[in-house]
């Protein structure tokens, strides 16, 4: 099948890795072939001559980031003053802050931001959109002006993007009005519907899909989880679409939905959506160990934002608990006071062995088993006792590639032939890796500090970062300056 991909597709690139990270295993002198969509067509190991671009260092999967609100990049470090002091009083800042965004400044941070999440690692990311209408709460032109913004600030960047129009109705749980400051996010079921027809031309080029998200139980109804229901269950994004949406980020919201729908969170979205494993649950940080076993059960995904969710002061999610019992998580940055994927699982982890006293901070540590062969392309693995993931920062990774993969509807998340050609390398020079071998490389990327190792970044074959250095990232420095300077 490989062969025929190839003779059908002659104008494939040819890459030839140093060391690289093949299913559980480091392999060297990868050679590896991508077709002109982007998708690896060929991964052979041990291959003496050098028949592509040589490159060098320690080749890994790009992580997906599952769960962005770009325009809050540039609101990062504003909200650190006497107050607010709470996450329900950081709102009203960010409300205010959004009194003046035009689509334009939304293009200039979100590009910035990108360029940001592709120099440390992140290839793909999840943007959860419900900036749709200008202030006021009226409507642009183009209803999609937003949306399209975010779209062009990706393929400035070079991103993967799986954008998700979200659902935004109320101003808090039994239909509250929409507060000042909400006006902007107003947006029903079938407008999301709408966007997601009106951008279908988009979803032609490679690199951009679409998926679905519902604010919250609180901004969205009870109707609109019912109504999703039905889509999902027809032609609505050809079946694999992802859906998200916040779930149990605040204590204050647990109690508010138990007062309102006689359950709590989780609890209510269990017993009333079609929970699968398209479905990322962001935050559940207040979720009982049987709401928790439940959601595993599901195949639903949990998207932890450990470096947000620790500005916000929201609490500590029960990693141990969900990962014992087989759930999954990817990770994402939300609010973007962290750009980057190892900054978000060091927390993570470092948070789990706070609360515990122990070093394990993850119930399932050690079953990424032993080094992966490569099947009939086979090549010897480098020594490695136990696999190059079967350390913590390893064991991390390994949920965050595969969750955050799951979570986006997106293949990616391991080198093989038919995923996307999202690769990360690791300068084998850098003070944090130099003299690392085995799993110690992973773990070193993610506990050794915070300088970044991360030299090229490609997307979809494609290099987007090489030598730490993105080429458009003068320019669009220059316009961000430009947006977050604006009078106002």
Known sequence: MVESMLKANPGYRVYRFERMLI??????????????????????????????????GWAVPGVPNVHS????????????????????????AMYSFLEHMTPGDMEAIAAQLYVELLKAGFTCVGEFHYLHRPPGGGAYDDPAEMSRRILAAARTAGMRLVHLPAVYEAGGFGGRPLA????????????VARLHEMLQDDTRDPRVSLGWALHSLRAASP?????????????????????HVHVAEQQREVRECIADQGARPVEWLLDHAPVDQRWCMVHATHATDAELAAVARSG??????????????????????????GGTFGIGTDSHVSRNPVEELRLLDYGQRLRSESRVALGDAGKAGSAAGLGADGGAALPDPGGALSGAGGALLRHAWRGGARALAVDCGSIEPGMRADVVVLDAHHPALVGRRGHAVLDSWVFSGTDNPVRDVMVGGDWVVRDGRHPREEAVGRAYARAVRRPG
Not at 180 to 191: S, Y
Request: charged share 25%.
């Open 23 to 56: 299913g559980n295993g480091w392999q060297r002198d990868i050679e590896v072939r991508v077709d002109r969509r982007g998708r690896i067509a060929r991964v052979t190991a041990g291959v003496e001559e050098v028949r592509g671009e040589r490159v060098t």
């Open 223 to 243: 109707q609109s989880f019912r109504r999703l229901a039905g889509l999902l269950a027809g032609d609505a994004g050809g079946g694999i679409a992802p859906v």
């Open 69 to 92: 609100h770009s325009f809050q990049r540039a609101l990062a470090g504003l909200a650190e003053g006497p107050g607010p002091d709470s996450f329900w009083s950081w709102r009203e």
């Open 180 to 191: 000042r400051g909400q006006e902007r996010f107003r947006m029903d079921l079938a407008g």
């Open 300 to 325: 639903a995904v949990v998207g932890l934002c450990p470096t947000t969710e620790a500005n916000l002061g929201d609490g500590l999610f029960s990693l141990p608990a969900f990962t014992v019992g």
